[in-house]
């Protein structure tokens, strides 16, 4: 290994741990155990090699944007290596697209709609199996470009995908607007909360995952009780460097 993969690698080792210990410390200022809370990897755009780098420093969940990228990725990656992680779909899926998901990803993050959870189901069902974990997204801005549905109708897709045998509903996953402070965040987090305590008060405590909080405000998802934040650039390195 040159020196600048070994550079390369321990610039991703020591952003990971620091990234660990700020959860670990934003977990404890608002009286949460640490372990409460996962991180997520998003390696959207990054090569296969600095995925793998990653998942050497200690990574264990990796997050995908879109499903040919993550086919490419991992047709390049050691297959032992690869399943030292769980593979998470974190983008919009279009339905045409969900056969690709089963031996792909462990956990799709963005079911948005009944009709994407029963083609999802038909695909899992089809490659057999265990059943796929997957997160309701809900469009917290309620913005039209943006996946995810309704605030409004986000107990009722639970209801709805919690019946698919294929399928088992852990938790919720929002995207607030972007390109705000990190304190404009909190009232997204605190409505998905509140919609995750609505699914479990209506007969579903399955639903226990909060997928919420990126690079510029996880210490807030993480005050507001999310279980899973999802970091690509305090992990990686802006885009682009090495």
């Known amino acids: 290994m040159d020196k600048s993969l070994r550079d390369t690698v321990s610039d991703i080792g020591q952003r990971y741990e620091t990234v660990k210990g700020r959860v670990a410390d934003a977990a404890r200022a608002c009286g949460r155990e640490p372990d409460e809370i996962r991180l997520l990897a998003v390696s959207k755009t990054q090569p296969p090699e600095r995925v793998v780098e990653a998942i050497e420093a200690g990574v264990d969940i990796i997050g995908e944007n879109r499903v040919q990228e993550a086919q490419g990725k991992r047709a390049e990656i050691d297959p ?3 399943g030292r992680a769980r593979w998470h779909l974190i983008g919009s899926l279009q339905r045409n697209k969900a056969r690709a998901v089963p031996g792909l990803f462990d956990v799709v ?13 038909k695909r899992v069902n089809a490659a057999g199996g265990d059943p796929l974990d997957v997160f309701i997204q809900v469009n917290t801005g309620e913005e039209a470009q943006k996946g995810g549905v309704a605030p409004a109708d986000a107990v009722t897709l639970v209801r709805e995908a919690s019946g698919l045998e294929a399928l088992r509903v852990v938790g919720l996953m929002c995207i607030p607007p972007l390109g705000r402070e990190a304190e404009e965040s909190r009232p997204h987090f ?30 807030v998802a993480v005050a ?14 802006p885009r682009g460097t090495n």
């Open 190 to 219: 605190q409505l998905l909360r509140k919609l995750r305590d609505e699914a479990r008060d209506a007969g579903y405590p399955h639903v226990r995952e909060l997928s919420m909080g990126m690079s510029n405000d996880f210490e």
């Open 80 to 82: 032992e290596v690869a």
């Open 109 to 121: 993050e963005s079911v948005d709609s009944l009709a994407l959870a029963r083609e999802l189901n």
């Open 224 to 237: 507001e009780g999310a279980t899973l934040v999802r970091i690509g650039t305090a992990i990686f390195g």
